[in-house]
């Protein structure tokens, strides 16, 4: 009689690449489509609805951008008078994820307090094929046609 032996059980350790995009957890998100002043400037506006969420205090509140193992700190400024922004912080988490024009952050707010926030990101890569980019590197702004076959 042929006994086969089972098959011994595989433990996997999955790992996300960075770039890789994770189920949303449910709690309160909102996304933004990076743009050159993204890039350049030190904030990061919040849209107004979503402020709505957070604290409206006169100083800024500190906060945690966490995406993969990293964090980055920041401050959040949340005036009711002025707009509402990610502040001191942005331009190093800006260049440490090599943002572009394009790119879309997604911000899911993890916790909230009158005294920190702290916020899971993800980051969808804006890279287009060259086929649809204009000689400077920016996307055309005619009509691509794609043939389906």
Not at 41 to 47: A, D, M, N, S
Not at 77 to 100: C, H, P, T
Request: charged share 20%; aromatic share 8%.
């Amino acid at each position: 009689m042929n006994q086969e032996k089972a098959p011994e059980p595989v433990t996997a350790i999955v790992c996300l690449d960075e770039d890789e995009v994770e189920p949303l957890t449910g709690e309160p998100f909102f996304h933004m489509t990076i743009s050159k002043s993204h890039l350049n400037q030190g904030h990061l506006p919040i849209p107004a609805k979503f402020a709505e969420l957070l604290p409206k205090n006169k100083a800024a509140v500190p906060m945690v951008l966490s995406r993969g193992s990293r964090s980055w700190h920041m401050k959040f400024y949340g005036s009711q008078y002025s707009q509402r922004r990610f502040g001191s912080g942005w331009k190093a988490f800006v260049k440490d994820n090599m943002l572009n024009l394009g790119d879309v952050c997604l911000f899911e707010l993890m916790s909230t307090h009158v005294t920190s926030l702290k916020f899971k990101v993800q980051i969808l890569r804006g890279d287009l094929p060259p086929a649809l980019l204009n000689r400077e590197g920016q996307p055309r702004v005619s009509p691509v046609l794609i043939e389906i076959e």
